[in-house]
């Protein structure tokens, strides 16, 4: 029988564990309605523009068995937001130009009824503007840093926690042996998530993190009071984008092309704060990087990619158009594209899991 509607999915900006369970919940739940066909494009919106196109058929074959595995069998980039798209020039330099009606006009020529573009912030701010000029356009929320406070929680959030505090439990026992302070540097961008959760649970002496500029002298107290005849040991966990009282942060372009600013390298600078304001102990760093958004999704991770991933495909047969799926209060429910995008999400310095944290002993800084 021939199939009468097709939906394009796709996954655009930092990859993060969970992005195949969405990939397969769509085509899962769309298998089960017989008039409804689901692709993928390659690199996001890339994967459209290109000449031939890379879109593929999102088979049975090709999707059975994805949510366990980490990465997106989609690929992604930050290098492609139609709206404001790297164009390389002659002498080398970028222009950006904004190629969203030849995009629209391009997906609809392709036959698509729906679009499922599974990503952050960015890349539902893409799906607004695409929405605006007339694209049936479901958004999919996704990132390590849990910043949207569209929703409660994002997939690949409780998996990148889980791996930094795998990594923390053994900084510790190296710390103990060496009588040493332990910095370790976790992800997050301007939210705390990820150093907060993995703090309490590797049960660190001192949490950085970008809601709550640090002073170096009250760090190094922390630390002293730990130590006894130059025997003791610390663990601190580090957000990449904390920073001192009055301070800034360590950041670089990212690549050519990219929108980003790249973060990273606040454990060295913190190291050096803390020689400077005379920590006598020895102080190695951790800069855990990317190996928090590699490899499997967490159980949770797979429950809830998965989730989004049906009811993402249930919005796109309702119709429900310029949605993004959510987390809310134990459930899945959807907020237009416009509340998704308004507000991030950050760490509320009176909120009870800071306060647990203090209650615990682990200083801020503050
Ligand atoms: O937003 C997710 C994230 O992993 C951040 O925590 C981090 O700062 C950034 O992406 C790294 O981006 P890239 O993969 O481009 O280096």
Known sequence: MEKKHKVLVLTGGGDCPGLNAVIRGIAKRARKEKDWEVFGAIEAFNGVFREPNEIIKLTRSVTAGIHVRGGTILKTTNKGNPLKFPMPQPDGSIKTVDRTNELVKKIKALGFDAVINIGGDGSQRISQALFAKGLPIIGVPKTIDNDLSATDMTFGFQTAVQIATDSFDKLVTTAESHHRVMIMEVMGRDAG??????????????????????????????????????????????????????????????????????????????????????????????????????????????????????????????????????????????????????????????????????????????
């Open 193 to 366: 998530w990820i150093a907060l959760h993995t703090a309490i649970a590797g049960g660190a002496e001192v949490c950085l993190i970008p809601e709550i500029p640090y002073d170096i002298n009250k760090i190094v107290r922390r630390i002293n009071l730990r130590y006894k005849n130059g025997r003791g040991f610390v663990n601190i966990v580090i957000s990449e984008g904390a920073k001192p009282k009055d301070g800034t942060v360590t950041a670089g372009a990212g690549e050519k092309g990219s929108e980003h600013v790249r973060l990273g390298g606040v454990a060295y600078q913190l190291s050096k704060q803390l020689k400077d304001a005379g920590c006598v102990a020895e102080i190695r760093e951790t800069v855990l990087g990317h190996v928090q958004r590699g490899g499997s999704p967490s159980a949770f991770d797979r429950v809830l990619a998965t989730m989004f991933g049906v009811h993402a495909f249930e919005l796109v047969l309702k119709k429900e158009y310029g949605r993004m799926v959510a987390y809310k209060n134990n459930g899945i429910s959807s907020v237009t594209l416009e509340e998704a995008t308004r507000e991030p999400s950050f760490v509320d310095k009176n909120s009870s899991m800071v306060k647990a944290a203090k209650g615990l002993g682990i200083s801020f800084g503050d």
